[in-house]
């Protein structure tokens, strides 16, 4: 299989698995480095194909008929992030990614793609697996979410209880 067949293969694996595909396994099964799966996806990524890489492995964004997407500034301690993704998602929004502004870096985004409480619940475990510190430990506290759901009633939902919550940074 030449560069190219490998690349419609990635593409097509990915619009039609639900499940991201991990990189390294992508690679496994197309006898390849995880490195080339890397160059494969910045090439689909460059030719316009809405590549998204999860800490659960790459997906394919599929368009949807009718969304609403809020990008919406938080502010709290690190023991609120489950609090926090769980009144998100109960209401039925999607947490894309986390953004912070940096001094040096400026925006940092981090793509999370959660979904599900079951994603919170990988999400919180990987960050204790690894010891990591979330990027909101860069900003005190202060970060950005991009969420998405099927309709504004959703998020007016979401938007009132994170209030009630305090979590929201009000205008």
């Given at each position: 299989?030449?560069?190219?067949?490998?690349?419609?293969?990635?593409?097509?694996?990915?619009?039609?698995?639900?499940?991201?595909?991990?990189?390294h396994e992508l690679a496994e099964r197309l006898g390849v480095t995880r490195q080339i799966i890397v160059?494969?996806?910045?090439?689909?990524?460059?030719?316009?194909?809405?590549?998204?890489?999860?800490?659960?492995?790459?997906?394919?964004?599929?368009?949807?008929?009718?969304?609403?997407?809020?990008?919406?500034?938080?502010?709290?301690?690190?023991?609120?992030?489950?609090?926090?993704?769980?009144?998100?998602?109960?209401?039925?929004?999607?947490?894309?990614?986390?953004?912070?502004?940096?001094?040096?870096y400026g925006e940092i985004r981090g793509m999370l793609m959660i979904k599900t409480f079951y994603d919170i619940e990988n999400f919180i475990k990987r960050i204790?697996?690894?010891?990591?510190?979330?990027?909101?430990?860069?900003?005190?506290?202060?970060?950005?979410?991009?969420?998405?759901?099927?309709?504004?009633?959703?998020?007016?939902?979401?938007?009132?209880?994170?209030?009630?919550?305090?979590?929201?940074?009000?205008?």
């Open positions: 299989m030449d560069s190219k067949e490998r690349r419609k293969y990635i593409e097509e694996l990915l619009k039609k698995n639900i499940n991201p595909e991990k990189g160059k494969d996806i910045a090439i689909l990524r460059a030719e316009g194909k809405k590549i998204i890489a999860t800490p659960e492995g790459y997906i394919i964004s599929k368009e949807q008929k009718s969304i609403v997407k809020r990008v919406m500034a938080f502010s709290h301690k690190t023991g609120d992030i489950e609090d926090e993704l769980k009144t998100i998602i109960k209401f039925g929004g999607i947490v894309e990614d986390v953004i912070v502004e940096h001094s040096l204790n697996e690894y010891k990591a510190e979330p990027l909101l430990i860069l900003t005190g506290g202060v970060h950005l979410h991009t969420v998405v759901a099927e309709n504004e009633e959703i998020i007016k939902n979401i938007i009132k209880e994170l209030k009630e919550k305090n979590y929201l940074i009000s205008d």
